[in-house]
Protein backbone atom coordinates (compact mmCIF):
# COMPACT_ATOMS: atom_id res chain seq x y z
CA UNK A 1 0.00 0.00 0.00
CA UNK A 2 1.57 3.48 -0.67
CA UNK A 3 0.40 6.72 0.08
CA UNK A 4 0.49 9.91 -1.41
CA UNK A 5 2.84 12.36 0.20
CA UNK A 6 0.62 15.36 2.53
CA UNK A 7 0.43 18.14 0.24
CA UNK A 8 0.62 21.64 2.18
CA UNK A 9 -2.43 23.17 2.42
CA UNK A 10 -2.62 27.24 1.34
CA UNK A 11 -3.38 29.64 4.20
CA UNK A 12 -5.54 32.81 3.33
CA UNK A 13 -3.78 35.58 4.12
CA UNK A 14 -6.06 38.25 5.20
CA UNK A 15 -6.43 41.56 2.75
CA UNK A 16 -4.55 44.35 4.51
CA UNK A 17 -6.92 46.61 2.82
CA UNK A 18 -5.36 50.09 1.48
CA UNK A 19 -2.88 51.43 3.20
CA UNK A 20 -2.92 54.07 5.70
CA UNK A 21 -2.77 57.93 5.32
CA UNK A 22 0.45 59.56 6.78
CA UNK A 23 0.55 63.67 7.65
CA UNK A 24 3.59 65.82 9.00
CA UNK A 25 3.00 68.09 11.48
CA UNK A 26 4.77 71.56 11.38
CA UNK A 27 5.67 73.75 14.33
CA UNK A 28 3.42 76.85 14.54
CA UNK A 29 4.65 79.88 12.62
CA UNK A 30 5.91 81.88 15.82
CA UNK A 31 8.15 78.95 16.97
CA UNK A 32 9.19 77.68 13.88
CA UNK A 33 13.31 77.25 14.28
CA UNK A 34 15.01 75.67 10.80
CA UNK A 35 16.79 73.17 12.88
CA UNK A 36 13.43 71.57 13.21
CA UNK A 37 11.48 71.58 10.22
CA UNK A 38 8.90 69.17 11.15
CA UNK A 39 6.96 68.53 14.71
CA UNK A 40 5.36 65.40 14.23
CA UNK A 41 3.38 63.02 11.85
CA UNK A 42 -0.42 61.90 12.27
CA UNK A 43 -1.66 58.15 10.48
CA UNK A 44 -5.31 58.27 10.03
CA UNK A 45 -7.41 55.61 8.10
CA UNK A 46 -11.67 55.82 7.16
CA UNK A 47 -13.61 53.39 7.48
CA UNK A 48 -16.46 52.56 5.16
CA UNK A 49 -19.96 51.19 4.84
CA UNK A 50 -20.37 48.38 2.07
CA UNK A 51 -21.50 50.93 -0.50
CA UNK A 52 -17.71 53.08 -0.17
CA UNK A 53 -19.05 55.63 1.64
CA UNK A 54 -17.68 57.10 4.71
CA UNK A 55 -18.66 55.98 7.80
CA UNK A 56 -15.83 57.22 10.37
CA UNK A 57 -11.99 58.06 10.68
CA UNK A 58 -9.35 56.22 13.25
CA UNK A 59 -6.11 58.46 14.26
CA UNK A 60 -2.84 58.60 15.49
CA UNK A 61 -0.25 60.96 16.06
CA UNK A 62 2.95 60.86 17.72
CA UNK A 63 5.67 63.38 18.88
CA UNK A 64 9.13 62.78 20.05
CA UNK A 65 8.60 63.87 23.72
CA UNK A 66 4.92 62.26 23.97
CA UNK A 67 4.86 59.10 21.68
CA UNK A 68 2.00 57.75 20.19
CA UNK A 69 -1.29 58.85 21.63
CA UNK A 70 -5.00 58.80 20.24
CA UNK A 71 -5.51 62.06 18.00
CA UNK A 72 -9.60 62.64 16.63
CA UNK A 73 -9.44 65.95 18.35
CA UNK A 74 -5.91 66.82 16.19
CA UNK A 75 -7.64 65.18 12.54
CA UNK A 76 -10.71 67.46 13.19
CA UNK A 77 -8.91 70.07 13.53
CA UNK A 78 -6.87 69.37 10.30
CA UNK A 79 -10.55 70.02 8.72
CA UNK A 80 -11.98 72.37 10.46
CA UNK A 81 -9.22 74.99 11.87
CA UNK A 82 -7.25 77.43 9.47
CA UNK A 83 -4.33 77.26 11.96
CA UNK A 84 -4.10 73.54 12.18
CA UNK A 85 -4.19 73.26 8.81
CA UNK A 86 -1.46 75.38 7.62
CA UNK A 87 0.73 73.03 9.62
CA UNK A 88 -0.65 69.79 7.95
CA UNK A 89 1.64 68.27 5.04
CA UNK A 90 0.19 64.73 3.48
CA UNK A 91 3.24 62.70 2.80
CA UNK A 92 4.05 59.09 1.94
CA UNK A 93 4.95 56.43 4.26
CA UNK A 94 8.39 56.66 3.13
CA UNK A 95 8.40 60.26 3.78
CA UNK A 96 7.24 59.49 6.85
CA UNK A 97 9.71 56.94 7.92
CA UNK A 98 13.07 59.25 6.99
CA UNK A 99 11.34 61.72 9.49
CA UNK A 100 10.68 59.03 12.44
CA UNK A 101 13.51 58.00 12.55
CA UNK A 102 15.62 61.88 12.10
CA UNK A 103 13.57 62.49 14.78
CA UNK A 104 14.53 59.74 17.07
CA UNK A 105 11.57 57.34 16.82
CA UNK A 106 13.13 54.85 14.98
CA UNK A 107 11.82 52.13 12.44
CA UNK A 108 8.66 53.19 11.93
CA UNK A 109 5.93 50.65 13.15
CA UNK A 110 4.16 48.23 10.22
CA UNK A 111 0.61 49.03 10.19
CA UNK A 112 -1.16 46.67 11.98
CA UNK A 113 0.79 47.59 14.82
CA UNK A 114 0.09 51.05 13.95
CA UNK A 115 -3.86 50.58 14.00
CA UNK A 116 -2.94 49.40 17.56
CA UNK A 117 -3.02 53.47 18.83
CA UNK A 118 -6.61 54.08 17.10
CA UNK A 119 -8.17 54.27 20.13
CA UNK A 120 -10.46 57.19 20.07
CA UNK A 121 -12.82 56.00 17.07
CA UNK A 122 -14.30 59.26 15.07
CA UNK A 123 -18.00 58.47 13.84
CA UNK A 124 -19.06 60.81 10.44
CA UNK A 125 -22.66 60.72 9.88
CA UNK A 126 -24.14 59.03 6.88
CA UNK A 127 -27.25 59.53 5.50
CA UNK A 128 -29.15 57.42 2.40
CA UNK A 129 -28.14 58.50 -0.83
CA UNK A 130 -29.51 61.72 -2.35
CA UNK A 131 -30.22 61.85 -6.09
CA UNK A 132 -28.25 63.97 -8.48
CA UNK A 133 -28.53 63.12 -11.96
CA UNK A 134 -31.42 61.33 -13.60
CA UNK A 135 -32.86 58.21 -11.55
CA UNK A 136 -32.10 55.30 -14.32
CA UNK A 137 -29.01 54.13 -15.93
CA UNK A 138 -28.29 54.85 -19.52
CA UNK A 139 -29.06 51.71 -22.07
CA UNK A 140 -26.88 48.94 -21.98
CA UNK A 141 -25.54 49.81 -17.85
CA UNK A 142 -27.54 48.20 -15.33
CA UNK A 143 -26.63 50.81 -12.11
CA UNK A 144 -25.01 54.64 -12.35
CA UNK A 145 -23.65 55.83 -9.26
CA UNK A 146 -22.33 59.12 -8.55
CA UNK A 147 -19.80 60.01 -5.33
CA UNK A 148 -18.33 62.68 -4.01
CA UNK A 149 -15.26 62.80 -2.07
CA UNK A 150 -14.62 66.26 -0.38
CA UNK A 151 -11.22 67.89 0.30
CA UNK A 152 -9.73 70.40 2.86
CA UNK A 153 -6.79 72.80 1.81
CA UNK A 154 -5.95 74.52 -1.43
CA UNK A 155 -4.37 73.65 -4.80
CA UNK A 156 -2.16 75.97 -6.55
CA UNK A 157 -2.55 76.17 -10.96
CA UNK A 158 0.61 74.61 -11.40
CA UNK A 159 -1.01 71.73 -9.61
CA UNK A 160 -4.42 72.01 -11.33
CA UNK A 161 -2.32 72.06 -14.34
CA UNK A 162 -0.91 69.12 -13.62
CA UNK A 163 -3.79 67.07 -12.87
CA UNK A 164 -5.74 68.37 -16.32
CA UNK A 165 -2.22 66.69 -17.65
CA UNK A 166 -2.33 63.72 -16.20
CA UNK A 167 -5.95 62.93 -16.28
CA UNK A 168 -6.10 64.20 -20.03
CA UNK A 169 -8.38 66.82 -19.35
CA UNK A 170 -10.12 68.06 -22.61
CA UNK A 171 -9.01 71.72 -23.43
CA UNK A 172 -12.68 72.64 -23.79
CA UNK A 173 -13.87 71.00 -20.87
CA UNK A 174 -16.57 72.29 -18.70
CA UNK A 175 -16.15 75.84 -16.88
CA UNK A 176 -17.81 74.50 -13.74
CA UNK A 177 -14.29 71.90 -13.73
CA UNK A 178 -10.92 72.68 -12.71
CA UNK A 179 -9.86 69.11 -13.87
CA UNK A 180 -11.68 66.16 -15.26
CA UNK A 181 -10.93 62.39 -16.23
CA UNK A 182 -12.25 59.06 -17.60
CA UNK A 183 -12.01 55.21 -16.87
CA UNK A 184 -13.32 52.28 -19.04
CA UNK A 185 -12.33 48.88 -17.41
CA UNK A 186 -14.19 46.08 -18.50
CA UNK A 187 -17.61 47.36 -20.02
CA UNK A 188 -17.72 49.79 -16.93
CA UNK A 189 -17.26 53.92 -17.89
CA UNK A 190 -16.22 56.29 -14.60
CA UNK A 191 -15.56 60.18 -14.86
CA UNK A 192 -14.44 62.48 -12.34
CA UNK A 193 -14.49 65.87 -12.19
CA UNK A 194 -12.49 68.07 -9.64
CA UNK A 195 -14.19 71.42 -8.50
CA UNK A 196 -14.27 74.65 -6.00
CA UNK A 197 -16.80 74.34 -3.31
CA UNK A 198 -17.85 76.64 -0.24
CA UNK A 199 -15.64 78.45 2.09
CA UNK A 200 -14.78 75.68 4.86
CA UNK A 201 -14.08 72.89 2.34
CA UNK A 202 -11.99 73.87 -0.62
CA UNK A 203 -12.33 71.11 -3.37
CA UNK A 204 -14.64 68.18 -4.09
CA UNK A 205 -14.54 65.39 -6.77
CA UNK A 206 -17.64 64.01 -8.49
CA UNK A 207 -16.87 60.43 -9.81
CA UNK A 208 -19.58 59.13 -12.12
CA UNK A 209 -19.71 55.52 -12.61
CA UNK A 210 -21.76 53.88 -14.85
CA UNK A 211 -21.59 49.84 -14.55
CA UNK A 212 -22.39 46.96 -16.54
CA UNK A 213 -20.27 44.44 -14.10
CA UNK A 214 -20.13 43.87 -10.32
CA UNK A 215 -17.96 46.17 -10.18
CA UNK A 216 -17.85 47.26 -6.68
CA UNK A 217 -13.85 46.63 -5.82
CA UNK A 218 -12.94 47.50 -8.74
CA UNK A 219 -15.04 51.35 -8.17
CA UNK A 220 -13.47 51.30 -4.66
CA UNK A 221 -9.93 51.10 -5.56
CA UNK A 222 -10.42 53.88 -8.67
CA UNK A 223 -11.96 56.56 -5.31
CA UNK A 224 -8.93 55.56 -3.42
CA UNK A 225 -6.31 56.00 -5.80
CA UNK A 226 -8.02 59.21 -6.91
CA UNK A 227 -8.27 60.49 -3.09
CA UNK A 228 -4.52 59.29 -2.95
CA UNK A 229 -3.62 61.50 -6.11
CA UNK A 230 -4.93 64.55 -4.80
CA UNK A 231 -3.43 63.46 -1.10
CA UNK A 232 -0.01 63.51 -3.13
CA UNK A 233 -1.00 67.44 -4.35
CA UNK A 234 -1.50 68.84 -0.94
CA UNK A 235 -5.02 68.33 -0.59
CA UNK A 236 -6.72 66.53 2.78
CA UNK A 237 -10.06 64.39 2.51
CA UNK A 238 -12.64 64.76 4.66
CA UNK A 239 -15.33 62.11 3.44
CA UNK A 240 -16.86 60.35 0.92
CA UNK A 241 -21.43 60.53 0.00
CA UNK A 242 -23.30 59.01 -2.24
CA UNK A 243 -25.15 61.09 -4.18
CA UNK A 244 -26.90 57.62 -6.28
Known amino acids: ??????????VPVPDPGPPL???LVLPRLDVRD???????IVVEEFTRHHDLTTTGLDSAGWTPDAGWWSSPALSLGMRTDPEVLARIVPTSRREAEDVYRALGGGQLPDEPLLRTHFLDHQPIATAPPLRLGPAQPPAGFHERRVYRVLFAK????????????????PADGTLTSAASGRLDAHGDQLTWDLR?????????LDVTALLRTDATAAL???LS?????????????????RFS
Open 1 to 10: MTTEPMRAVP
Open 225 to 241: ELTNVLRQHGLIPVTTE
Open 196 to 204: RVGHSLAWC
Open 154 to 169: DLRAEQVANLRTAWRT
Open 34 to 40: PATTVEG
Open 21 to 23: DYY
Open 220 to 222: GST
